[in-house]
């Protein structure tokens, strides 16, 4: 009670304190006559109602699948869109630190490939958690799956620009200067090999992991609940 207390706690709290964000920057909207600040405030709004809509995904997963998600999977995920929404682009860290979009794809990169591997762990769970794909096979679908998640977001991204007038895949300079060509797609392409590189990294660790005993991740599965509640009816806890 007090693992998940302290999990609900951080949550709430950030959700109330994103929540303020978007009242605040909607409602100044309306008292403001600049155009470009109008257009950063609705942008600001429309980040922080993303981060509340995306910071109730592992529940929703949860309850719909009667799943378990791991806790410390959950605090992962919601320090990642504090980082993206919040920090990226509401505080502008995207633009006042080079390096933060490319640290980001590469975390996320990793963190979508850690999903892929409990993925499979889930399949499997009702065989003892032993995966019965081959290691490779198994590193290759966690990379493509990285991947996938990561060619959505950009396509997102590419949505938001067009409908806010923003410039999150980077095709403007910071003077508001449309790119030409094949600069206007380094930063997409960019991002997509730091998904890839941060996906590699774990499927290659995995890879060995499987290789050894068989067990990559196994401790970062989400589980479901049905099994949870056997397993300890057997065990006694």
Request: charged share 20%.
């Amino acid at each position: 009670m007090k693992r998940l207390l302290k999990k609900d706690v951080i949550f709430w709290v950030v959700r109330i304190i994103m929540g303020i964000l978007f009242v605040g920057n909607f409602v100044s909207v309306f008292f403001v006559k600049d155009d470009s600040q109008q257009s950063r405030l609705i942008f600001n709004s429309a980040q922080s109602l993303m981060f509340l809509l995306a910071s109730f995904i592992p529940s929703l997963i949860e309850r719909k699948g009667q799943l378990e998600i791991p806790d410390f999977m959950e605090i992962i995920f919601i320090a990642f869109c504090i980082c993206h929404f919040a920090l990226g682009e509401i505080g502008n860290f995207f633009y006042k630190f080079k390096w933060w979009d490319s640290m980001l794809h590469t975390l996320s990169g990793s963190m979508v490939a850690i999903l892929g591997f409990s993925i499979i762990n889930s399949i499997n769970a009702n065989r003892n958690d032993q995966m019965n794909l081959s290691p490779i096979m198994i590193a290759i679908f966690v990379v493509c799956f990285s991947l996938s998640i990561g060619v959505i977001w950009e396509i997102l991204e590419f949505a938001i620009d067009g409908a806010f007038n923003s410039n999150m895949q980077r095709f403007r300079d910071t003077d508001g200067y449309e790119l030409i060509g094949r600069a206007a797609l380094v930063d997409t392409m960019k991002d997509l090999i730091l998904d890839f590189i941060g996906a590699a990294v774990i499927a290659v660790v995995g890879y060995i992991s499987i290789r050894k005993d068989n067990r990559a991740f196994v401790d970062w599965t989400i589980r479901k609940r049905e099994i949870i509640i056997k397993e300890s009816d057997e065990t006694g806890f």
